[in-house]
C-alpha cells in the first residue's frame, strides 16, 4: 500500500513539473503567434493620433478600438518586458492593412506626423501654382492672389536672379511633403529651395560656360518647358531657340504669346491663340520682340534645364508638329520653306480632323 502511495506522489509531482514547464511554452507560443500575425483592418486610410504623454494602455485600446490589433495583452506584454513604453512617439500615424502587432510598435518607436502633398507640375506658372494652392484646404488661403502675394518675395533667389520681382521660374516643379500646420509662405519656400538644391555648382558652372546668367538659362529653360512634349527634343529645341538668338530671328513662341496675355489678364483659358493675342504689345510677345522675353514664362523641370545648359549642336531655326503622332513630337527644319511645307502639311491634317468629326 505504502509502494502504490509513493507512485502515485511521484506521478502527482511529474504531472505538476510538467505542467509548470508547459504553461510557459504555451503562453510564449501564443505571444509569439499573437505579435507576428498580420491584422487586416479597415483604417488604412485614416490617421489615428496618439497623444502626448499617452500610456501604453490608452495606446493599445485605441489602437484596439480601431481594430489595428486584435488583442491588446500581447503588445502590453512586450511593450512591458522590452521597455518599449519610453521610446513611443506621439504622433499621427497610417498603419498600412495587413500589419503585425511587432509592426505597430515599431511604426510607434519611429514616429509619424500627418503630412500633406502638394504637387506643381513642369511648365506650370504662377498663376497655375497660385490657383492650386488656394485649393488646399489646410493653408487656409483666401484666394489665388493672396498666394500670387507670397511669390513676389523674391529675397530667397536674390544672389542668383537680383532682377527677379517674382518666383516664376523658381518654383521647381516636384511633389512637396509637409506637415498639416506648415504656413504657405514655407510650402512656397520649400519650392524655391528644392530649386536651389538642383541649381548645382556644375550647372552654375555650365552656365558661366556659355556666358549666361542664371536668369537667362531660366527663362530658356521654361521656354522648352512649354514647348517640348518628349525629352529627348528638348536639347533640339534648346538649340533652335539659340541659334535663332544668335542670328538675330524672333523666337516666335506661343508659349510667350500666351504668356503675355495672362500678364495681361486678357488670356480666354481655352486653348487657342487669338489674333488679339498674337498682336500684343508685351515684351513677353516673342513674335514682336526679338531676343529672349524678359523673363521665365512657366517651371522648369531638370530635364528642360539640362538641355538649356547642354543644347544639341545643330543647324536648325524651325520645328513644327509631326501630325502622324500624337505624342507631340516634331520635325525639325534649318530652312524656312522645307519648314513652311511641315506647317501645311499640318494645317492640311487639321483640316481633314475636323472634317471626320
Known amino acids: 500500500m505504502l509502494i502504490k502511495s509513493r507512485k502515485a506522489r511521484k506521478r502527482l509531482w511529474l504531472g ?167 504656413k504657405p509662405a514655407a510650402v512656397i519656400a520649400g519650392m524655391v529651395k528644392r530649386f536651389r538644391q538642383e541649381w548645382t555648382p556644375e550647372r552654375a558652372e555650365r552656365a558661366r560656360a556659355l556666358h549666361m546668367s542664371p536668369r537667362q538659362i531660366v527663362i530658356v529653360a521654361s521656354l522648352i518647358e512649354t514647348e517640348a512634349k518628349l525629352k529627348d527634343e528638348r536639347p533640339l ?32 483659358n481655352d486653348g487657342r491663340v487669338y489674333l488679339s493675342d498674337v498682336n500684343r504689345r508685351s515684351p513677353y510677345n516673342t513674335r514682336i520682340f526679338v531676343g529672349l522675353p524678359p523673363g521665365p514664362v512657366g517651371a522648369p523641370g531638370e530635364s528642360s534645364i539640362d538641355a538649356a545648359l547642354n543644347p544639341a549642336q545643330t543647324d536648325y531655326l524651325y520645328y513644327v508638329r509631326e501630325p502622324s503622332r500624337d505624342d507631340g513630337a516634331h520635325n525639325f527644319y534649318s530652312k524656312e520653306a522645307d519648314f513652311e511645307k511641315g506647317v501645311r502639311a499640318l494645317r492640311e491634317w487639321e483640316r481633314t480632323r475636323e472634317a471626320g468629326r
Not at 507576428?36 to 496618439?50: L, N
Not at 516666335?252 to 503675355?260: E, K, P
Open 16 to 182: 505538476i513539473c510538467l505542467f509548470l514547464l508547459a504553461v510557459p511554452a504555451v503562453f510564449s507560443l501564443s505571444l509569439y503567434r499573437e505579435l507576428h500575425t498580420p491584422v487586416a483592418h479597415g483604417k488604412a486610410d485614416d490617421y489615428i493620433e496618439i497623444p502626448r504623454r499617452s500610456t501604453p494602455e490608452a495606446i493599445a485600446n485605441k489602437l484596439s478600438s480601431a481594430g489595428v490589433v486584435r488583442r491588446t495583452w500581447p503588445l502590453l506584454f512586450y511593450i512591458k518586458i522590452s521597455g518599449s513604453a519610453k521610446l513611443i512617439k506621439a504622433g499621427e500615424y497610417r498603419f498600412s492593412s495587413p500589419i503585425t502587432p511587432l509592426g505597430v510598435l515599431k511604426k510607434l518607436e519611429e514616429g509619424e506626423q500627418r503630412l500633406s502633398r502638394f504637387t506643381v507640375i513642369e511648365g506650370w506658372t504662377r498663376w497655375d501654382i497660385a490657383d492650386s494652392l488656394s485649393h488646399v484646404d489646410e493653408l487656409h488661403l483666401r484666394d489665388s492672389n493672396e498666394a500670387l502675394r507670397l511669390m513676389d518675395e523674391t529675397s530667397a533667389i536674390r544672389d542668383l536672379d537680383p532682377v527677379a520681382t517674382n518666383l516664376e521660374g523658381y518654383l521647381f516643379p516636384a511633389t512637396y511633403s509637409y506637415p498639416v500646420d506648415t
Open 237 to 268: 529645341i534648346a538649340s533652335v531657340i539659340y541659334n535663332r538668338l544668335n542670328r538675330g530671328i524672333a523666337l516666335g513662341m506661343d508659349s510667350t504669346i500666351v504668356y503675355a496675355s495672362k500678364l495681361a489678364g486678357k488670356w480666354r
